[in-house]
Structure formats: structure tokens, C-alpha cells
């Protein structure tokens, strides 16, 4: 059994390596990835691990991002210290999890419900997403940014969309100005606020006055045309075109 295993603490990812070699010796985990970005970086570089075992806190944020921002077939069990509120969530899901610190036995009863699962048939994730409280904190307004030797501030309604390109994040605002923000697009994700901005794919968030038109592409995919337009074609998958025109919509 193939396993990825998502922790951002170290004695933790230790001690759960040892306890699988102990619960079942014929695993091997494939990787130990402590951020949301690392592991959707890796899941869509490798084929599908037999297993995720995740904690809910990430270095970088909540882990159950990767399931909103990616489809990921296989079957998960995750570590939390969540309150009884969320248990009771994940228990009513049919998710597997495991109360930290963990214990032999119930990895090895967690380990056991899995091979029950039908083979190829992923936890109900969704499900799931919908069920758990999420922490509410107050979406970002504005941005200090740089313009030649100054400084100054941007009201986030200004900003048209966010281009991620060689480790660097550009602002692109309405106006067609450029500028070069400290944040990575996983941080930004979590700081805007959804119902105007939304993650078009790796690259680019868009906020909704900027994406003018959508255009049917290859297998399923859909260009979209910004405003300002951007420099090269800007594609969403197949997978994430529903959830585009959703919020489109409304």
C-alpha cells in the first residue's frame, strides 16, 4: 500500500512512520508533505497514492483545501485534534480519522476500514466539506504595494486578477498597472474573499468584473478572457469549469 502522508510537524510525521511500519509493514509512504500547495504540487505530478493520511492543519492552511481545489480519488484518513462538533461531522461522513496522538490500534483499525472501501471508491469529501465548521475571519480590503520608491494603498476592489509566475505573484489591477505583492496564491486564496474572487487554476484568481467571456475548449476546458487581457491563454480544467459557471452565476 502506497501512502502520502500530510504533517507539518516533525515528531508527529516521525512517530506515524512508525506506526505504520508496525500496523502494516508492506506500506510505504511515497512522501511527507507539510503544505496545501506541496501536496497539490505532488498530487498532480504523481498518480494517485493508495492512501492519504492527512492532518487537518497544515503549515499553510487547512488540508481539507486540497479537496476544494482538487479532484482526488483517493480514499483519506485524517488526523485531528477538532472539537466534538466536527468528530460528530466526520462520523456521520464515513470518514475515517484518528485522534491525536495517535495509537497503534486505531491506525490499525483505520487501516482495516480501508481495505473495506470498494476498490477506486474515494470518501465522501464533500460531504464532508459542507459539514465541518470553518473559522470565519474578515476578508483582506486593501494592499500596500509598491509604486517606484513609494508606497501605497490599493483597495482589493481595484484588483482585476493575480498572476503567479516564476515564485513571484503580480497584481494586475483594473487600470492595467502591475505590481508585486509578498503573498504566494494559496495565501491570497484564503485572504479574499470567494464570492469575488475565485482560483482559475494554478496561476490565476480572478475577481468576477474581470472575466468578460468564456470560451468551450478542448476536452471540456474552458478560456476565459480577462480584463485586462492577459498575456497568454488562461484555461480552467474541465474538473473546476462547473464550479467557474456556479459562481459566474451567483
Same mark, same amino acid.
Given at each position: ?25 508492506? !506500506? ?6 507539510? !503544505?496545501?500547495a506541496a501536496a497539490l504540487d505532488w498530487l498532480a505530478? %504523481? +498518480? ?7 492532518? #487537518? ?8 483545501? #486540497? ?5 482526488? +480519488? ?5 488526523? !485531528? ?45 464533500e460531504r464532508l466539506l459542507d459539514a465541518l465548521p470553518?473559522?470565519?475571519?474578515? %476578508?483582506? !480590503?486593501?494592499?500596500?504595494?509598491? $509604486?517606484? &520608491? $513609494?508606497?501605497?494603498?490599493?483597495? =482589493? ?9 516564476? &515564485? ?20 491570497? &486564496? ?14 490565476? #484568481? ?10 468551450? %475548449? ?5 478560456? =476565459? &478572457?480577462? %480584463? ?5 491563454? #488562461?484555461? =480552467? ?14
Amino acid at each position: 500500500m502506497n501512502i502520502l502522508l500530510l504533517e507539518d510537524e516533525y515528531p508527529a510525521a516521525e512517530r506515524l512512520q512508525r506506526l505504520l511500519q508496525q500496523a502494516a509493514p508492506e !506500506t510505504q509512504v511515497l512522501a511527507v508533505l507539510d !503544505t496545501v500547495a506541496a501536496a497539490l504540487d505532488w498530487l498532480a505530478a %504523481h +498518480p494517485a497514492p493508495d492512501l492519504i493520511l492527512s492532518d #487537518i492543519q497544515l503549515a499553510d492552511g487547512l488540508s481539507l483545501e #486540497i479537496w476544494e481545489q482538487a479532484v482526488v +480519488p483517493s480514499p483519506v484518513v485524517f488526523t !485531528t485534534a477538532f472539537d466534538a462538533y466536527a468528530i460528530r461531522a466526520f462520523q456521520a461522513n464515513s470518514i475515517a480519522y484518528l485522534l491525536k496522538p495517535v495509537k497503534l490500534a486505531e491506525l490499525q483499525a483505520a487501516l482495516a476500514k480501508l481495505r473495506q472501501w470498494p476498490k477506486g471508491d474515494g470518501s465522501p469529501i464533500e460531504r464532508l466539506l459542507d459539514a465541518l465548521p470553518r473559522p470565519s475571519r474578515p %476578508h483582506k !480590503t486593501r494592499f500596500l504595494v509598491r $509604486q517606484g &520608491e $513609494q508606497l501605497l494603498p490599493l483597495p =482589493v476592489a481595484e484588483a482585476a486578477w493575480f498572476l503567479s509566475r516564476n &515564485e513571484n505573484v503580480t497584481l494586475v489591477a483594473a487600470d492595467g498597472r502591475r505590481f508585486v505583492l509578498d503573498y504566494t496564491l494559496e495565501q491570497l &486564496e484564503g485572504l479574499l474573499d470567494p464570492a469575488q474572487f475565485f482560483r482559475l487554476n494554478r496561476q490565476v #484568481i480572478a475577481q468576477l468584473p474581470a472575466v468578460r467571456r468564456l470560451h468551450p %475548449h478542448f476536452n471540456g476546458k474552458l478560456l =476565459v &478572457e480577462l %480584463h485586462p487581457a492577459a498575456p497568454e491563454e #488562461i484555461l =480552467v480544467s474541465r474538473e473546476k469549469a462547473p464550479a467557474l459557471k456556479a459562481w459566474l452565476e451567483g
